[in-house]
């Protein structure tokens, strides 16, 4: 008995079964390329968001110092105006007792005048044109003597005769108390003529 062989020839069918897997491998590779190509640009913008992140960060802590820095500068200027307020209310209430610093200018011309200072009732310094080299230096002097600090509220009142001869130099002397609050900050004055 005669057999027949039969030959499977499968060299077609291994062609196309490379031809498949190369498919898959290419695919696979394009599809891996685009994951990659996308992560890339994902990172990228995660990297721009975080650049932007802590410029907001950064610029969020500058502003937040600026609000610091003025909420302590707020917070000295209502504790100088309650320490200032007690000290106003201090120095009124000894206005009001009488304890004022009076500066009374006798002046009869610009180089001859007597400035007699005086503290409620009792004279606390002289200064005249024969003695007289810095009048602002002077005036701080008896300012200091008397026992006045550079944080006191002084409340003092210059007085003057308009009918003086040589009056009209008040002004210098209006200045020079002008300097001394450079130093006494809260010195308070006013002027008062009390020619008849």
Do not use: H
Not at 167 to 184: A, G, H, L
């Amino acid at each position: 008995m005669k057999r027949n062989r039969i030959f499977l020839d499968f060299t077609s069918l291994l062609d196309i079964t490379m031809i498949i897997l190369f498919w898959f491998l290419i695919n696979f590779k394009n599809t891996a390329d685009a994951i990659k190509n996308e992560a890339a640009e994902q990172t990228a913008q995660a990297q721009v968001y975080a650049a932007e992140l802590e410029e907001d960060r950064k610029a969020f802590e500058l502003e937040k110092e600026e609000w610091r820095r003025e909420a302590d500068n707020e917070m000295e200027k209502i504790r100088e105006a309650d320490k200032n307020a007690a000290d106003n209310a201090q120095a009124l209430m000894n206005f009001q007792n009488g304890s004022v610093l009076t500066i009374k200018l006798d002046i009869e011309s610009r180089k001859n005048w007597i400035i007699t200072i005086g503290n409620g009732n009792s004279k606390i310094g002289e200064i005249s044109s024969d003695n007289s080299s810095d009048l602002t230096a002077e005036l701080t002097e008896i300012l200091n003597t008397a026992g006045f600090e550079s944080d006191d509220v002084i409340i003092g009142v210059l007085m003057y005769d308009s009918s003086d001869t040589g009056s009209y130099y008040k002004r210098d002397f209006e200045n020079s108390i002008d300097e001394v609050r450079e130093e006494y900050k809260q010195f308070y004055c006013s002027s008062i003529n009390i020619s008849r």
